[in-house]
Structure formats: structure tokens, C-alpha cells
């Protein structure tokens, strides 16, 4: 039988390392195994973040991987959400007796959890939308000769576009 598990504890464990699965290898049991998965999205994610700020905004890879590192945290704000709302007596049968009650420290984690996850979440989301339309309104590579200049597409576009 493994060691009891405070409810509050493992939704603040889920807040702040939930995101590098710490909060399934603390509590054991079956979630274990899906401990192994959280790790990769989140490091992805962090090496886009780190990639981005070495070489820029125009580097289509960490657009690809930047929304990992936003989707891993608002999974693990989720989780910890669901963490503190379970009932007590269903948290007791599976981790110990005298652990599932819900005091402040569990209702103050839920409204942390709920506020960084929804921001997080928003960003991603509009960091992702933002870079995607970037991406589709980019010139094509064909309308640029040789060293930058411009084709005769990009003429023609200019031609129509100035007064």
C-alpha cells in the first residue's frame, strides 16, 4: 500500500511540475507509466522557446514547437483542476484514509490552476493563430529573384497596389 497523499499537496505539485509529470510519479499507482510521456511535449516546447529567442520570430520550427510547451501547462493547470475538485471519498480509496478534505490551500490552488491555465491556454492559442496567418501571408519564395530582388510577381502586385 503505498504512503497517504494530501489532496492539497498534489494539486500544488500538479500546478507547479505537473507540466514534467512530478505529480505522477508522487502519487504512484497506475499513473506512473503516463509519468514517462509528460517530459517530451514540455522540453520540446522549452527548446522552441530557446530557439526562438536565439534566432528570431522568423523560424518556422519553433512555431511548430513553441505551442507544445502552452499545451503541456494548460494540461497541467487542468489536472490539477480536476485534482482538487475530486470528491473526498473517492480520493480517500485511492489515496489513504484522512486525505481528500478540501481547505483553503485546495480552493486557492483550483482558482490559481484555473486563471494560469486559461492564460495560458489563450496565449497558445493566439500565438499559434498568429504565426499560422503569418505563415499563409508570407510572399512566395518564387516571387524573389536572385539576392532579394524582387520577380516580375512582385512588380505586377505593386504595380496594382500603388495609386
Known amino acids: 500500500m503505498a504512503p497517504a497523499r ?7 505539485l ?12 508522487w502519487l504512484g499507482g497506475i499513473g ?25 520570430l522568423d523560424d518556422r520550427l519553433s512555431w511548430l514547437l513553441v505551442p507544445l510547451l502552452g499545451l503541456a501547462l494548460s494540461a497541467a493547470a487542468l489536472e490539477a483542476i480536476l485534482t482538487g475538485l475530486t470528491p473526498a471519498h473517492q480520493w480517500e480509496a485511492r489515496h489513504g484514509t484522512g486525505t481528500g478534505a478540501s ?28 504565426k499560422y496567418f503569418e505563415w ?21 502586385n505593386s504595380k496594382v497596389l500603388s495609386p
Not at 14 to 25: D, K, M, V, Y
Not at 32 to 56: C, F, I, K, N
Not at 142 to 150: E, F, I, M, V
Open 6 to 12: 494530501s489532496k492539497t499537496q498534489a494539486l500544488w
Open 14 to 25: 500538479t500546478l507547479f511540475g505537473g507540466a514534467l509529470g512530478l505529480h505522477r510519479w
Open 32 to 56: 506512473r507509466g503516463w509519468a514517462l510521456a509528460y517530459p517530451l511535449p514540455t522540453l520540446l516546447g522549452l527548446y522552441g522557446v530557446l530557439r526562438m529567442r536565439d534566432l528570431g
Open 103 to 130: 481547505h483553503w490551500g485546495t480552493v486557492l490552488g483550483v482558482i490559481v490552476a484555473l486563471m494560469a491555465g486559461a492564460t495560458v491556454l489563450l496565449g497558445t492559442l493566439a500565438f499559434a493563430g498568429q
Open 136 to 156: 499563409e501571408a508570407a510572399p512566395p519564395v518564387a516571387a524573389l529573384g536572385s539576392q532579394g530582388q524582387q520577380g516580375p510577381l512582385s512588380a505586377q
